[in-house]
């Protein structure tokens, strides 16, 4: 049980649903503007977003999700792999410097984790459809956000590039999902509204990032245990625009995830 603690830990898991509302909310996003507001201009007396239409999107962005929770998962053990020297020193508690996880098996474990991701964004299920299908777009931006992952691991010590680098993942999750909703319709990305949520949370989690970064400094210590609450908080930044966009099931899916993930971080520090 150690053990799998120790890889818990390393792969920061009670954030995970953070991820999962992100994926919600880049699909949501682009199904509101390609399906929903094109029924509605037709039909104003349409039904509001019901269950059925969230059970739609998580049935087929299931693999979606599937792929950027590995993702994350490998990011954050290739961030400890990464950093263990300086963990030995600043947080020697954390799994590799206090041996519950040898070094070379965390750089293995993440890069076998980023590999499984990608592969999972191979293949798309379209709204409705049974049959999985290659959807290039998808797999094109995820092999970007792969190369970004690794890029923040290895260089995120020079302070401006993983102050960047981190939001950028974010905003890329947001961003996949929504090009995943092209596989069964057509609209334009160039949208204000998809546009809008990507650079959302790409800005709320720049906050969160320049945050995180000061709990290293010595008068900051204080500070710590508000970052792992303040990354549930994306959650609910996901839960406010399915609000506004109306989307309910969707809002209380997006909270849920963030309430489970402040729940989570109980037993597994989000930092």
């Known amino acids: 049980m150690s053990a799998i603690r120790a890889w818990l830990e390393l792969g920061r898991v009670s954030n995970l649903p953070t991820v999962w509302s992100n994926v919600l909310h880049g699909m949501a996003v682009a199904f509101f503007v390609a399906v929903v507001l094109p029924v509605r201009e037709q039909y104003p007396d349409a039904p509001p977003i019901a269950g059925r239409d969230l059970m739609t999107l998580l049935n087929s962005g299931f693999m979606l999700m599937i792929a950027m929770s590995l993702m994350y998962l490998g990011g954050m053990v290739l961030n400890d792999a990464c950093d263990a020297e300086v963990d030995a020193k600043e947080r020697p508690t954390r799994p590799i410097p206090s041996g519950r996880v040898p070094r070379a098996s965390a750089f293995m ?24 299908i290659f959807e290039p777009p998808v797999a094109r931006w995820s092999a970007f956000l792969v190369l970004v992952i690794v890029a923040y691991n290895l260089l995120h010590r020079w302070l401006f590039l ?6 950028v993942c974010r905003g890329l999750v947001v961003w996949i999902a929504a090009l995943a909703v092209s596989a069964g319709i057509e609209f334009d990305y160039g949208e204000p509204r998809v546009l809008g949520s ?10 969160v990032t320049l945050i995180a970064w000061g709990e290293a400094l ?32 969707m809002a209380m899916f997006c909270a849920g995830c963030g309430g489970l993930s402040l729940v989570g971080q109980r037993w597994i520090a989000g930092s």
């Open 162 to 167: 993983g102050v960047v680098l981190m939001p």
């Open 218 to 249: 010595p008068n900051m210590k204080k500070i710590a245990p508000w970052v792992g609450v303040l990354i549930a908080g994306l959650a609910f930044l996901d839960a406010g625009f399915m609000l506004l966009m109306g989307m309910w099931p």
């Open 109 to 132: 474990g993440g890069v076998g984790l980023l590999a499984a991701g990608w592969a999972c964004t191979l293949v798309y299920r379209p709204f409705g459809e049974a049959v999985p």
């Open 198 to 207: 990507v650079v959302a949370v790409t800005c709320y989690t720049l906050i």
